[in-house]
């Protein structure tokens, strides 16, 4: 099979490593990919949004399979051109995509099919906003309602910062027409767990929980950024936990969407809060986290191309997920500055190790080729530094010596990715 990954980042390098890893794909393309992807698919210089170049390219080159990484193309309809054209493709339609692509809407689907989360309300105007914001509880959640790189919700622990919230997502536009409308919710104590999961449309099928750290410092401190760094499994996610959550969202999720019309074909990411009153939905994603992916991908036994195939065909309830027992971790490699300002176009160093070693990986987020043909530099978050082991404190440990192999200008790390598991 001829296959074509859409994204740039360490989602799609991961993607792209576990795809390569089928005796399915006879060969991968990547558009537009990253100087790590280039290691394992043949990069296209076609941009993410660009829906129909992408399918043209796709009919040019025979493309078998198409698979969407990323959250923009999903929800702007890429799955739509594709499928108008006759082209086979792994991800959600446009309708489908909204889970996503609109806090509100996927607040409101919750409140209708009774599906636990945490109590909100909706504004569109920032006047209103404020007004409801003069007798709320506080600590209290502020979200933009679209598709903001995962920064686009802010925690207020007083009234006056979250008038300022106001301003920034409504007033400022921030983030741009994501906060044209907002979700205030409630805010809510307690772990948080992602659970990636495939869906056919009917069927859902749970990957492995994962753990992210959001914030740029140690500690949790710190601007919210698109992940620090991630653990897997989660040793929070327990058996009760998972009981409660088939029995009251996974498949009550899948059913809301189909009973609305918007049946859903590809990657559920419930992002979870475990509170004393029990599991509550905090968000959905309608694709692979990033850098979830990456700890859950390096753990995944199945063929990935025969269950993106099962998908689309509606057969998922015939095969099971299967997952090693090893724990993975990923610590992130970032510029110094993110995700507010830094410098790219730094050489790295130290990337050869990865070869002479079994069960480590360096996924590519933000990288590129320069004039000399190095690989340098290129985004905030720069390399997903991941490494197996026989359970979460070695593999911790693993990922951060490996950390240690790779260099470059402004290297910049969280130190305590995962620290919370040798407490559980």
Request: aromatic letters at 10%; proline letters at 3%.
């Amino acid at each position: 099979m001829n296959i074509l990954v859409v994204g740039s980042g360490g989602r799609e390098h991961a993607i792209c490593y576990k795809i390569a890893q089928s005796p399915k794909a006879d060969k991968i393309y990547c558009a537009p990919g990253n100087a790590g992807i280039a290691s394992v698919a043949e990069c296209v210089d076609i941009g993410a949004m660009e829906f129909e170049k992408l399918a043209a390219f796709a009919r040019e080159k025979a493309i078998d399979l198409t698979v969407i990484g990323m959250d923009d193309p999903l929800v702007g309809g890429i799955v739509d051109v594709f499928e108008k054209e006759g082209l086979r493709v792994f991800g959600p339609d446009k309708k489908a995509a909204i889970l996503e692509g609109s806090k509100s809407f996927s607040k409101d689907l919750m409140k209708k099919y009774d599906i636990p989360t945490a109590g909100y309300e909706v504004f569109t105007d920032a006047d209103k906003a404020c007004e409801y914001l003069e007798s709320a509880d506080y600590p209290i959640v502020l979200k933009a309602d679209g598709l903001a790189l995962g920064k686009g919700v802010l925690i207020c622990n007083t009234k006056e910062e979250a008038l300022e919230g106001v301003d920034t997502i409504m007033r400022d536009k921030k983030f741009g027409d994501a906060g044209n409308t907002m979700v205030i919710e409630e805010f809510m104590t307690g772990r948080e767990v992602s659970v990636l999961s495939f869906v056919d449309g009917k069927t859902i099928k749970i990957m492995s929980s994962a753990q992210d750290h959001k914030r740029a410092g140690d500690g949790d401190t710190g601007l919210n950024t698109g992940g620090m760094g991630t653990f897997c499994p989660s040793p929070f996610y327990t058996d009760e936990v998972d009981k409660f959550c088939r029995e009251h969202i996974y498949q009550k999720t899948v059913d809301a969407m189909k009973a609305e019309g918007r049946e859903f074909k590809g990657v559920i990411f419930f992002g979870l809060m475990l509170t004393t009153k029990g599991p509550r939905v905090l968000e959905y994603n309608a694709r692979f986290g990033d850098p979830e992916a990456q700890v859950v991908l390096t753990r995944m036994e199945n063929d990935i191309v025969d269950i993106f195939e099962r998908c689309i065909d509606g057969t998922l309830g015939e095969v099971e997920l299967k997952f090693s027992d090893k724990a993975s971790v990923c610590v992130m490699l970032a510029s110094d500055g993110y995700p507010l300002s830094y410098e790219k176009g730094f050489e790295i160093t130290g990337l050869d190790e990865f070869d002479k070693h079994e069960g480590y990986f360096c996924f590519h987020s933000g990288t590129k080729f320069n004039e000399d043909g190095k690989i340098v530099t290129n985004g905030g978050r720069v390399l997903g530094i991941t490494a197996l082991g026989n359970d979460l404190k070695e593999a911790r440990a693993n990922a951060y010596k490996a950390t240690e192999w790779v260099e470059f200008k402004n290297k910049y790390m969280r130190t305590d990715i995962g620290k919370a598991i040798e407490n559980s």
